[in-house]
């Protein structure tokens, strides 16, 4: 018997949902055939088959929560998946003996109704904790063997709050009916999830943000001047996100707060940049992570970025691709934003906003030019970055964009 067991789903991830089953009980499967989807805030993951006989039990539904190294099932070897043992025949009834003459015995209390005294999940206990929801409200718990799960929690939060029962009960209220042209749509665990990790970024950390305006024309000048000769050497075309990646990493080794966290009540300060960039996929938005992106070079850089790009789009990242950042770069202008607040992605402690590359008359050396200025936006954990660094950080990054040479010198 080998069990199918939820693998490590990686740093901060604590759960997933199961998605959907590729197989049915008493199936033949394959060694490393996929037999179960799951989806976390991140990514959909596939459990595969450890061993190859017949899927004998499932004992997750689709749709529950399951947390790493729990077991989802049971592979039986061979042919056959092992068949329900029936039901034992009720013993045929005897007339009982009549009791001894005596006092009257008096009856055990009946025991009472079968109820679940395990314990909520790790995430559901944390979202209960944080909305002082009491163990005992949930009564429709749906995890195995009656476990509150972090799906109860949500839909029990979704629920209204009860009012106090006036002296005339009034009729419940009717839920609004859907207007012409109108659609509802549940929404996913995975996008209940994102949606509250977004609002926990904002409720955990002291967010603020800064802003600043790049003159982007240096860097066009550049990029136009060795575009070619860049894509005929490497294989890569030049991106104006390679040049953003290496002025972060400068002003990141000038301001190390911005690449720490909060652990407790300690900062934990990076000697490395493993910057995450936010590319669009097929379920959202998603931030893989370019390790040791200090150590590279602007073609290496391209060629990690693009091959990320690829993946996402095909739905292929992995777990590892996603966690370990200290620090993000998200480019609203590919979707023609012009300037936006980003959110952090926790633990981090800053995330850099670029947006549209816009035509404005600017002052330059008294006279009024026409310039490609783009608008960048830095938020920033006020718990360990003070304004001056964050601004000066910004400021930082404007100038080794100006002055792409500073970048090229490492100064």
Same mark, same amino acid.
């Given at each position: 018997?080998?069990?199918?067991?939820?693998?490590? &789903?990686?740093?901060?991830?604590?759960?997933? @949902?199961?998605?959907?089953?590729?197989?049915?009980?008493?199936? #033949?499967?394959?060694?490393?055939?996929?037999?179960?989807?799951?989806?976390?805030?991140?990514? @959909?993951?596939?459990?595969?088959?450890?061993?190859?006989?017949?899927?004998?039990?499932?004992?997750?539904?689709?749709?529950?929560?399951?947390?790493?190294?729990?077991?989802?099932?049971?592979? #039986?070897?061979?042919?056959?998946?092992?068949?329900?043992?029936?039901?034992?025949?009720?013993?045929?009834?005897?007339?009982?003996?009549?009791?001894?003459?005596?006092?009257?015995?008096t009856p055990a209390p009946a025991p009472a109704a079968a109820a679940s005294n395990l314990p909520p999940g790790p995430a559901a206990s944390k979202l209960m904790a944080e909305n002082n929801v009491a163990p005992g409200a949930i009564t429709d718990a749906t995890g195995k063997d009656g476990r509150v799960t972090k799906g109860d929690v949500?839909?029990?939060?979704?629920?209204?709050?009860?009012?106090? #029962?006036?002296?005339?009960?009034?009729?419940?209220?009717?839920? !609004?009916?859907?207007?012409?042209?109108?659609? /509802?749509?549940?929404?996913? !665990?995975?996008?209940? @999830?994102?949606?509250?990790?977004?609002?926990?970024?904002?409720?955990?950390?002291?967010? &603020?943000?800064?802003?600043?305006? %790049?003159?982007?024309?240096?860097?066009?000048?550049?990029?136009?001047?060795?575009?070619?000769?860049?894509?005929?050497? *490497?294989?890569?075309? &030049?991106?104006?996100?390679?040049?953003?990646?290496?002025?972060?990493?400068?002003? &990141?080794?000038?301001?190390?707060?911005?690449?720490?966290?909060?652990?407790?009540?300690?900062?934990?300060?990076? *000697?490395?940049? *493993?910057?995450?960039?936010?590319?669009?996929?097929?379920?959202?938005?998603?931030?893989?992570?370019? /390790?040791?992106?200090?150590?590279?070079?602007?073609?290496?850089?391209?060629?990690?970025?693009?091959?990320?790009?690829?993946?996402?789009?095909?739905?292929?990242?992995?777990?590892?691709?996603?966690?370990?950042?200290?620090?993000?770069? @998200?480019?609203?202008?590919?979707?023609?934003?012009?300037?936006?607040?980003?959110?952090?992605?926790?633990?981090?402690?800053?995330?850099?906003?670029?947006?549209?590359?816009?035509?404005?008359?600017?002052?330059?050396?008294?006279?009024?030019?026409? !310039?490609?200025?783009?608008?960048?936006?830095?938020?920033?954990? *006020?718990?360990?970055?003070?304004?001056?660094?964050?601004?000066?950080?910004?400021?930082? %990054?404007?100038?080794?964009?100006?002055?792409?040479?500073?970048?090229?010198?490492?100064?």
């Amino acid at each position: 018997m080998t069990d199918i067991v939820v693998p490590p &789903l990686g740093e901060s991830v604590s759960s997933a @949902t199961i998605a959907r089953w590729m197989k049915k009980v008493g199936e #033949a499967v394959a060694a490393d055939e996929p037999l179960v989807e799951l989806e976390t805030d991140k990514v @959909t993951v596939e459990v595969n088959a450890a061993a190859a006989g017949v899927l004998e039990s499932i004992d997750a539904a689709e749709g529950a929560e399951v947390g790493p190294g729990a077991v989802l099932g049971r592979i #039986a070897a061979g042919g056959a998946a092992a068949a329900p043992k029936p039901a034992a025949a009720p013993a045929p009834q005897t007339e009982a003996p009549k009791p001894a003459p005596g006092p009257v015995p008096t009856p055990a209390p009946a025991p009472a109704a079968a109820a679940s005294n395990l314990p909520p999940g790790p995430a559901a206990s944390k979202l209960m904790a944080e909305n002082n929801v009491a163990p005992g409200a949930i009564t429709d718990a749906t995890g195995k063997d009656g476990r509150v799960t972090k799906g109860d929690v949500l839909a029990f939060l979704s629920k209204p709050a009860a009012a106090p #029962a006036p002296a005339a009960a009034a009729a419940p209220k009717a839920p !609004r009916a859907a207007s012409e042209g109108e659609e /509802r749509v549940k929404m996913t !665990r995975l996008r209940l @999830t994102i949606a509250r990790r977004l609002k926990e970024a904002q409720n955990t950390a002291a967010m &603020l943000t800064t802003f600043n305006e %790049v003159d982007m024309g240096a860097a066009m000048a550049l990029r136009a001047e060795y575009k070619d000769a860049f894509e005929k050497k *490497h294989g890569v075309k &030049l991106g104006f996100m390679s040049f953003f990646v290496k002025a972060c990493v400068a002003a &990141l080794k000038e301001f190390p707060a911005v690449n720490a966290e909060i652990d407790g009540d300690e900062v934990v300060y990076k *000697h490395f940049v *493993h910057m995450g960039i936010a590319v669009g996929g097929p379920s959202g938005l998603v931030v893989p992570v370019v /390790r040791d992106a200090d150590q590279m070079s602007f073609a290496t850089i391209e060629k990690t970025i693009g091959a990320y790009g690829k993946k996402a789009r095909d739905g292929a990242l992995k777990l590892d691709e996603l966690t370990g950042g200290s620090f993000t770069i @998200t480019n609203g202008g590919i979707y023609g934003s012009l300037m936006s607040t980003p959110i952090l992605n926790p633990p981090q402690s800053g995330i850099l906003g670029m947006h549209k590359i816009q035509d404005r008359p600017m002052v330059v050396g008294g006279k009024i030019e026409i !310039r490609p200025m783009m608008y960048i936006a830095l938020s920033y954990d *006020h718990r360990i970055v003070d304004g001056k660094e964050a601004v000066s950080f910004l400021v930082r %990054v404007k100038e080794s964009i100006e002055d792409p040479r500073r970048l090229m010198l490492d100064l």
